[in-house]
C-alpha cells in the first residue's frame, strides 16, 4: 500500500499544485473513518460527523477555486482539465489506500492473538517481503516501459541526486517509525 501510494503522490503532484495536495490529501481522514464504520463497527459520533462533513466541504472548494478560468485555448483548457483530474484522482487513490491500509492493519493486529509470537512476526515479514517483491518488479518493469532510452543511454541511477536520495531516506524512516509503534508496547 505504501509503494501505491508513494507512486501516486508523485503522480497527483505532476498534475496539481501542492496548495490543492495539502488541502485534497486529508480527506485521509474520511477514508479511515468511513473504512472504520464499515469494516470495524466503529460508531462515530455527532461531533465526529459534523468534523468529517466540514473537512469534506473544504476540500470540495479548494478543488473548485479554478473553476471557471479560461486561458483563452480549448485545447490547453481540456488538457489542463485532465491533468488536474487526473491529480485529483491520484491523491483520492492516496487517501483511500491510506485509509484502508490503516483500518485493515488494525483489525489483523486485533484479531490476530496467536500465542506462538515468533510466527505471527515470520509472518508478517514474509507477507511484506513479498509485498515488496512484487512492486519492485511492477516498479521496474513501468521503468523500462517508460524510460528504456534514458537508461540504456545514461544508466539507472541518472539525475538521481540529493532530493531523490532524501525523498528515500524519509520513505524509509517512515516505514522504520511505523514498525517500531507496531512492535514496541506504548506506556500508559
Same mark, same amino acid.
Given at each position: 500500500?505504501?509503494?501505491?501510494?508513494?507512486?501516486?503522490?508523485?503522480?497527483?503532484?505532476?498534475?496539481?499544485?501542492?496548495?490543492?495536495?495539502?488541502?485534497?490529501?486529508?480527506?485521509?481522514?474520511?477514508?479511515?473513518?468511513?473504512? #472504520?464504520?464499515?469494516?470495524?463497527? +466503529?460508531? @462515530?459520533?455527532?461531533?465526529?460527523? &459534523?468534523? *468529517?462533513?466540514?473537512?469534506? %466541504?473544504? !476540500?470540495?472548494?479548494?478543488?473548485?477555486?479554478?473553476?471557471?478560468?479560461?486561458?483563452?485555448?480549448?485545447?490547453?483548457?481540456?488538457? #489542463?482539465?485532465?491533468?488536474?483530474? +487526473?491529480? @485529483?484522482?491520484?491523491?483520492?487513490? &492516496?487517501? *483511500?489506500?491510506?485509509?484502508? %491500509?490503516? !483500518?485493515?492493519?488494525?483489525?489483523?493486529?486485533?484479531?490476530?492473538?496467536?500465542?506462538?509470537?515468533?510466527?505471527?512476526?515470520?509472518?508478517?515479514?514474509?507477507?511484506?517481503?513479498?509485498?515488496?517483491?512484487?512492486?519492485?518488479? &511492477?516498479?521496474?518493469?513501468?521503468?523500462?516501459?517508460?524510460?528504456?532510452?534514458?537508461?540504456?543511454?545514461?544508466?539507472?541511477?541518472?539525475?538521481?541526486?540529493?532530493?531523490?536520495?532524501?525523498?528515500?531516506?524519509?520513505?524509509?524512516?517512515?516505514?522504520?517509525?511505523?514498525?517500531?509503534?507496531?512492535?514496541?508496547?506504548?506506556?500508559?
Amino acid at each position: 500500500a505504501y509503494s501505491l501510494q508513494m507512486s501516486l503522490e508523485y503522480i497527483a503532484l505532476a498534475n496539481i499544485d501542492a496548495a490543492v495536495f495539502s488541502v485534497l490529501v486529508q480527506s485521509k481522514l474520511l477514508a479511515t473513518a468511513s473504512f #472504520a464504520v464499515v469494516i470495524l463497527r +466503529k460508531k @462515530i459520533r455527532k461531533v465526529q460527523l &459534523i468534523s *468529517l462533513m466540514l473537512l469534506t %466541504a473544504g !476540500v470540495m472548494l479548494c478543488n473548485m477555486k479554478d473553476y471557471g478560468k479560461s486561458s483563452g485555448n480549448a485545447e490547453e483548457d481540456e488538457a #489542463a482539465r485532465k491533468d488536474q483530474m +487526473k491529480g @485529483i484522482t491520484a491523491t483520492l487513490g &492516496i487517501a *483511500l489506500s491510506s485509509g484502508f %491500509a490503516s !483500518v485493515y492493519t488494525e483489525k489483523v493486529i486485533k484479531a490476530r492473538r496467536d500465542p506462538n509470537v515468533t510466527r505471527k512476526n515470520y509472518s508478517l515479514a514474509y507477507m511484506q517481503v513479498q509485498l515488496a517483491l512484487v512492486s519492485l518488479v &511492477i516498479i521496474g518493469c513501468w521503468a523500462i516501459f517508460k524510460d528504456f532510452e534514458v537508461i540504456v543511454t545514461h544508466g539507472l541511477f541518472h539525475n538521481f541526486n540529493g532530493p531523490a536520495f532524501l525523498s528515500i531516506f524519509n520513505s524509509a524512516i517512515g516505514g522504520l517509525i511505523v514498525a517500531a509503534v507496531l512492535k514496541l508496547p506504548m506506556p500508559c
